[in-house]
C-alpha cells in the first residue's frame, strides 16, 4: 500500500551548521515559509543528505510549524524526507564560520 505524499505549502529548507564526528552529525538551520524563519535541529546519521535524518522541532518551533502547516507529524516527515534525499540548500558563510569556531574550540581544548 503506498503512502500519499502529505499536501504540504511549498517551503525552503536551509542548513547553516553541521557540527559532529565519526558516527553522527548535528545539523541546524531552518525552513523559510511565507518570508518566516523557522528553527531546527537534527542529527544525521552517516553523511548529512545520507542515510537517516532525525529533525527536531522546539516547542516554539512546533507552534509556528502549526500555524503554518496545520499538521505538525506530517510536516516533520516531509522534512525528514527533504533532508534525506539531499532536497535543502547550505548556507556556505554560515556553515564556514561555524566550521571555523569548532577548529578554534578543538585547537584549544587539546594543546
Do not use: C, W
Not at 36 to 41: D, L, P, S
Not at 63 to 78: P, R
Request: no cysteine.
Amino acid at each position: 500500500m503506498q503512502r500519499e505524499k502529505p499536501h504540504l505549502p511549498e517551503y525552503k529548507v536551509v542548513v547553516d551548521d553541521v557540527t559532529g564526528g565519526e558516527i553522527a552529525n548535528i545539523i541546524k538551520g531552518y525552513i523559510e515559509i511565507n518570508g518566516e524563519k523557522i528553527r531546527f535541529k537534527g542529527i544525521a546519521y552517516g553523511r548529512y543528505g545520507g542515510q537517516n535524518v532525525a529533525p527536531r522541532l522546539s516547542p516554539i518551533s512546533k507552534k509556528k510549524v502549526k500555524a503554518a502547516f496545520g499538521d505538525v507529524g506530517k510536516f516533520e516527515e516531509d522534512l525528514q524526507q527533504k533532508l534525506v534525499s539531499g532536497d535543502f540548500e547550505v548556507d556556505a558563510a554560515a556553515a564556514e564560520a561555524s566550521k571555523k569556531k569548532e577548529e578554534l574550540e578543538h585547537h584549544h581544548t587539546h594543546s
